[in-house]
């Protein structure tokens, strides 16, 4: 139940918001288990990177053409484009239609690079609009509800997706994947025009990357809260080694590795419906510093556990964390950021976000080889630490900031 306190605009963003994230995943999902039986592990990974590569590289061009126009409409056309590429992925994948394994994943391989593109344009814009659609007492509480959304439809679309191979087929299941975004569409139309503001529509492109860029830099709370999920993300992840914890050290089968795998994220969810109904009233840097830093408190607690019941509570807690430095987070970067430079800054934290989780899974990959799987747990928790002293150090004013 969204807040009266909210303008029944948000309404409609959020279930925008909760109709595409959850197509979004479902086609992700469908994906990943389509090209894992069509060819192998590896190939699975290059299909992530391809969709990455485009996203980060796009993003920064995005960011320039989000402010300078209608946001609403930017959103609308990206939807539009991503029903197009799960309607062709539903066709390739139609048992009727005789397409060899290597076209299919030929085309599959096309539809990830665009989608890669596409994702670069509709997460900046949808939350550069957050600002415009709701009053600044209330951005706390829609940033939490915004979060808890991504949330609820990232867990529901992979598990949906999953079920839906089962009943209806891959073909089916990227149909019915299509049909929630365009859902999304619907909803996205009842919102109001978000037309540039303050814009300087005949500025360079390089000239307007760099001022963004520029930007974030002098911001000394913006880069920090930036750079501080950056490094932590980047060295703290453990999603990486569940699989093989929960196998080798815990023992468990596949519930047990579905709820480690799940934990964090319920954490999460737990912790944002708190913060809903009790939003953060002050010293919320300083909470964010000390979130994170108990994060990496759990990561190590995760890495030295050989009990499942620990391991799993070590997770929970961390998502709970994990929450905190992400509504924060995202209230400072929409406080801080003037409107006319909402879309860059906006794509600048989406490349952040998106490197650190594909070089965090790199760097997991690199440290259990080195040092093996615990070890390289504990150093990760540890490094989320230092991260945070470090961040403490270099931006003292953090640690001061109310909102």
Request: hydrophobic fraction near 55%.
């Amino acid at each position: 139940m969204i807040s009266k306190t909210l303008p029944p605009e948000f309404r409609h963003f959020i279930f925008t918001r909760l109709f595409f994230v959850l197509g979004l995943r479902m086609i992700t999902t469908i994906v990943i288990y389509q090209v894992f039986h069509l060819a192998n592990t590896y190939m699975v990974g290059l299909a992530g990177l391809t969709e990455f590569v485009p996203a980060v590289i796009a993003a920064l061009f995005a960011g320039h053409y989000i402010d300078r126009h209608n946001k609403k409409n930017i959103l609308i056309w990206s939807f539009i484009f991503y029903v197009i590429c799960g309607v062709t992925l539903a066709c390739i994948s139609f048992p009727y239609f005789n397409f060899t394994n290597s076209s299919k994943l030929s085309v599959i391989f096309i539809v990830v690079f665009c989608t890669g593109i596409i994702r670069s344009f509709a997460g900046p814009a949808a939350n550069s609009m957050i600002a415009a659609i709701v009053p600044r007492a209330e951005l706390q509480k829609a940033i939490s509800y915004n979060s808890s959304t991504w949330l609820i439809a990232s867990i529901g679309g992979h598990a949906i997706g999953g079920l839906l191979i089962a009943a209806v087929g891959i073909s089916g299941a990227y149909f019915v994947a299509a049909t929630l975004v365009l859902t999304a569409i619907i909803f996205a139309l009842h919102l109001a025009a978000k037309p540039p503001i303050n814009a300087q529509l005949n500025e360079p492109l390089l000239t307007s990357i760099k001022k963004g860029f520029s930007f974030v830099y002098k911001n000394k709370n913006l880069l920090g809260v930036i750079s501080l999920d950056l490094f932590a993300v980047l060295f703290g992840g453990a999603v990486a080694f569940i699989p093989e914890v929960a196998s080798t050290i815990l023992h468990t089968g596949p519930i047990g590795y579905g709820l480690l795998n799940a934990a964090m994220d319920m954490g999460s969810l737990i912790c944002i419906a708190v913060l809903v109904k009790y939003p953060m009233k002050q010293k919320q840097g300083l909470k964010m510093l000390l979130s994170v830093a108990a994060f990496g408190v759990c990561i190590i607690v995760f890495g030295l556990s050989k009990v499942y019941w620990l391991s799993f509570a070590a997770l929970l807690v961390a998502g709970l964390c994990d929450a905190v430095s992400v509504v924060v987070r995202g209230t400072i970067l929409q406080l801080f950021t003037p409107d006319e430079l909402r879309g860059r800054v906006a794509s600048i934290n989406l490349i952040f976000i998106n490197s650190s989780n594909e070089l965090g899974q790199f760097e997991s990959g690199v440290t259990s080889r080195i040092f093996g799987t615990l070890p390289a747990i504990i150093f990760g928790g540890a490094m989320s630490i230092v991260i945070v002293a470090g961040t403490w150090y270099k931006f003292p004013k953090l640690k001061k900031l109310e909102y």
